[in-house]
């Protein structure tokens, strides 16, 4: 009998469990916002910037501030204020400065918890918003030591991305993120009596305190415990650099001095708040000077012929770590000091200081109608070129004679050479201010350059792919006429700069990449399908980022050797190649057709020479053996790791709704216990023990 | 644990012996063993011949863990207030090396 009601009523169980909804109350307790940008920690030699939460994360009462109104009462509202102990601020991404930051959290104190930014629309982004400094990498300029007045060149810098917080801070900037948010807000902020929310935000980071100590736990291990955790990896991606095959030295030849132009470009940025696989801004820089860059690449590659009739060497670099005080050029020049530029065969003669003959640099490019030239030393610079460039393209001004370089590479090149060779920059950053409004944030996106990134085909005609064209056509048909002199126009297909732009600002996974590499490679694109604009901090090889393969095989396809083309080789006879010669690479290709020679036949498939060489760009602090990492003289920044990221809503009952549930628990819990008593007194049954009966 | 009280009074020495001479070695969990397992033996029992040499084991042992107790507090006390003071060093000492602080 007992038997046959203990079965009853588990069937009965199993039918409720299998009806109703499996939900776990967790789920129904919070709401999540999956695409938050958020934060994180980077730490230098001295210091540790950006933001964190604590390990479970930080929460607190919401409050929403929409304006400077809004903001004002706030801070004079004493109470609410003193109705919780902790709370979440809500701020609309235009009060974010450090007048707004700096008075919140001396009002606040610790009762901060953290912050959340929002952008209520697309269209309601502010006018200006750059979290970096005024004067951006000042901290290693070739300024540094010398008396020559400073610029703000970045005149609506907050410089916030250099401080550090003791709470975390996020963005949301999805209208609907903001819309869901507000309507919670609104419903349950009404009055005192009715619960209010709370938002929970997780950024905890593993590093801490500064470099030094980040990168000395780095190395701590224990044998008793298997693993070994890092805690912060050095920021840096790949320095890559490509040229014409056609013109290695090889020893015993000797390198003609002043004979090598270095055409340099940067590759990376950096934005206050980041989200992985999102898109990271840097359109303007440095994309658009990327772009112009690798056209110019192919423009020099097409002109092969013509440049083979001087001897000046034409390198093009890309840097990967200048945004972040420059560590990228200190490792290049510190390669080039210690005898390994370019990299790879001990027989190709190094390139020295003295070889080099000047540098060109492409920076931060906005599409305005103007563009800016500026360089030094003055006793140096070649007027031949200035005004060749000036007279092919109109919209080149030059700076007076004089003037501090901008924020650029070249200052570290001119720094670390005692500026022994001239330095041209070419930039939308006139004789005091850079051009670009949204310089270093997640703002700085296609839509500055009039593209709307949902609309934009492989091969459509932008304003930008246009501007671009425009740029570079004059500038190559300057180096020709300045190398070899000669007069000659030079062209460049609208459609490969089209595909360059769809590539670098939409999706690097595209036809070109897949043209100009083998199968093997252009699969190893296809998880970074729609990650546009990957131009963020790299910690390479922790991070791995779609832009360094891009470049190096775009760079390389467009630096081929031409003539090698028409060779018609198999694809075995090209690996041959490959595996017997170290200087150059060899790659079989399907091939791009804009960039071919018009009287190619069509081919299936054909072998590419070309020369590249990259090398990692991590600052010269954490290669030199027992380099004190406290010192200045090289930028020792890292970034630190983490692991989980939320940001949820939650309700916070009231006091009364608290206190009953408090009592209720433990009625229930008491009760409980005397019915289990009672049971226990009248049934004869026990599970535990062999039934009587 | 075998039962002291089916010992013979030399092997109770022996045993109490052995315990307090192992604690030299840097062991003061043994002393503290040694303290409370003879403590009966020591001074709550009947006396014996061997009892006087025993209440001495049994009183060494005591003091040594006392010392070593106050050691390891004060070792505790200063590592954790001066851990971070003590730079390079503080982090070798750390075995759980705190994550996201200093």
Known sequence: ?693 | MVSLARKSPEERLTICRKYYLGGFAFLPLLWLINFIWFFRQAFKVEPYPQQAEIRKYVIRSAIGTVIWCIIIIAWNIIFQQLRTRMGPVGDYLTFVVPRGYY
């Open chain 1, 1 to 693: 009998m007992h038997l046959l009601f203990l079965l009853a009523s588990l069937y009965l169980q199993n039918v409720f469990v299998f009806c109703s909804q499996p939900k776990r109350v967790v789920d129904q307790m919070y709401i999540s916002f999956d695409h938050a940008r958020y934060c994180v920690r980077r730490l230098n030699g001295t210091h540790e910037i950006g933001c964190q939460s604590a390990i479970r994360g930080n929460s607190g009462r919401m409050f929403m501030i929409d304006n400077d109104e809004e903001f004002n009462s706030y801070l004079n509202d004493n109470k609410t204020m003193n109705s919780f102990n902790a709370f979440i601020i809500v701020l609309n991404v235009n009060l974010f400065d450090s007048n707004h930051i700096d008075r919140l959290m001396k009002r606040l104190d610790t009762k901060l918890n953290g912050l959340l930014l929002y952008l209520k629309s697309k269209s309601a982004r502010p006018l200006d918003f750059s979290p970096d400094d005024q004067c951006p990498n000042h901290r290693n300029s070739f300024y540094l030591n010398q008396t020559t007045e400073t610029i703000n060149w970045n005149r609506h810098g907050t410089g916030l991305f250099f401080r550090s917080f003791p709470f975390p801070i996020m963005l949301i900037e999805g209208e609907d993120d903001y819309q869901r948010l507000l309507k919670f807000y609104q419903q349950f902020n009404n009055s005192q009596s009715t619960p209010a929310c709370g938002l929970e935000l997780k950024t905890f980071q593993s590093a801490a305190h500064t470099t030094k100590t980040c990168m000395r736990r780095n190395d701590i291990s224990h044998s008793i415990i298997d693993f070994q955790e890092t805690f912060c990896d050095p920021i840096g991606g790949l320095n890559i650099y490509s040229k014409l095959p056609q013109s290695i030295t090889i020893v015993p030849d000797q390198r003609p001095l002043k004979s090598v132009i270095l055409i340099l470009a940067s590759t990376d940025s950096f934005q206050m708040f980041l989200e992985t696989k999102r898109p990271t801004g840097g359109s303007q820089q440095p994309a658009t000077a990327l772009i112009t860059f690798l056209a110019l690449a192919h423009l020099i590659g097409q002109e092969q012929d013509e440049l083979k009739k001087q001897n000046k060497e034409i390198i093009f670099v890309t840097l990967d770590g200048d945004a972040m005080d420059y560590s990228a050029s200190y490792k290049f020049m510190f390669d080039m000091k210690n005898g390994d530029f370019p990299l790879g065969n001990k027989n190709e003669q190094p390139i020295e200081t003295k070889h080099i003959h000047s540098i060109i640099e492409f920076q931060s490019l906005s599409m305005n109608s103007e563009l800016w030239l500026h360089s030094y030393p003055s006793k140096l610079i070649d007027q031949k070129f200035i005004d060749s460039l000036i007279k092919n393209n109109r919209k080149i001004n030059k700076i007076p004679i004089g003037t501090p370089l901008p924020p650029a590479s070249s200052q570290i090149f001119l720094q670390q050479t005692s500026s022994s060779f001239p330095a041209y920059i070419l930039a939308s950053i006139n004789q005091s201010q850079i051009l670009n409004h949204y310089y270093h944030s997640f703002f700085d996106d296609s839509s500055t350059l009039s593209i709307n990134i949902s609309t934009l085909e492989y091969n459509t005609t932008t304003q930008v792919s246009q501007w671009i064209k425009q740029i570079v056509e004059p500038f190559a048909q300057t180096l020709i006429e300045w190398l070899v002199d000669v007069n000659k126009t030079v062209h460049i297909k609208q459609e490969i700069i089209n595909n360059l732009v769809y590539c670098i600002l939409k999706n690097m996974n595209c036809p070109l990449i897949h043209n100009v590499t083998n199968q093997s490679v252009g699969n190893t694109f296809q998880p970074f399908d729609q990650t546009s604009m990957p131009f963020s901090i790299n910690t390479y090889p922790t991070s791995i980022t779609p832009t360094f393969p891009f470049i190096q095989y775009v760079l390389g396809y467009f630096l081929r050797d031409r003539s090698f083309d028409l060779q018609n080789l198999t694809e075995t006879s090209c690996k041959k190649r490959a595996d017997n010669d170290s200087f150059c690479s060899y790659t079989f290709v399907d091939g791009y057709l804009p960039s071919r020679n018009s009287n190619n036949t069509l081919s299936s498939g054909y072998c590419v020479r070309s020369y590249l060489r990259s090398v990692q760009s991590i600052s010269p602090a954490f290669i030199i053996p027992n380099y004190d990492l406290s010192k200045t003289e090289y930028p020792t920044w890292t970034e630190s790791r983490w692991t989980t990221i939320s940001l949820r809503l939650f309700l916070i009952p009231t006091r009364t709704h608290e206190i009953v549930t408090f009592i209720i628990g433990m009625m229930l819990t008491v009760i409980s216990f005397f019915f289990l008593c009672f049971l226990r007194y009248y049934t004869k049954v026990s599970l535990l023990q062999p039934s009587s009966s």
